[in-house]
């Protein structure tokens, strides 16, 4: 189940990447952006411990280029969310290897992935929100407003780890 749903973020992370890249004329990165997640695919199993990583970068970097080169933002929206998830899928399915014998893997991979469900969801909203709305703000307070976001999702996460 958990394998099922990293296949399709990583799919998730790449279409959009391929399809944004040849919209505008430039095959060869897309071409590129399928054959990182080509790799990604058949090689979680045998780099499991650090090939999402640098899938996420990888993706992650390539949505920023298309973003600056003006490629479609809600396809770059969607790649960054897919490869976010597809990493978090990699982590999630490492750590269940590790989990006690008595442990509900099935219940724990569900919760798991409705939790996703509801941060890919949230996430896309305020994407499609941050399309739309055109607010000017400074610089500093842009700044403040994602370092105090930054370390809200790191204490959320630390809290979620702890479990409680």
Request: aromatic share 10%; net charge positive; with cysteine.
């Amino acid at each position: 189940m958990i394998l099922t749903a990293e296949s399709i973020c990583i799919l998730l992370g790449m279409l959009p990447l391929v399809v944004g890249y040849l919209q505008s004329n430039l095959p060869l990165a897309a071409m590129g952006a399928f054959a990182v997640g080509l790799l990604w695919l058949l090689s979680r199993r045998v780099f499991r411990a650090w090939i999402a990583s640098i899938g996420l970068f990888i993706f992650v970097c390539a949505s920023g280029v298309g973003a600056w080169l003006g490629l479609s933002p809600i396809l770059m929206a969607i790649s960054v969310l897919g490869s976010l998830s597809a990493w978090d899928l990699a982590g999630f399915f490492r750590r269940l290897g590790r989990a006690a014998p008595e442990d509900d893997l099935i219940q724990l991979g569900k919760k798991h992935l409705v939790q996703l469900g509801i941060f890919m969801g949230v996430s896309m909203i305020l994407a499609l929100l941050g399309l739309l709305i055109r607010v000017n703000i400074p610089f500093w307070w842009v700044f403040l407003l994602v370092l105090v976001t930054v370390l809200g999702i790191m204490k959320l996460e630390n809290r979620i780890q702890r479990g409680g």
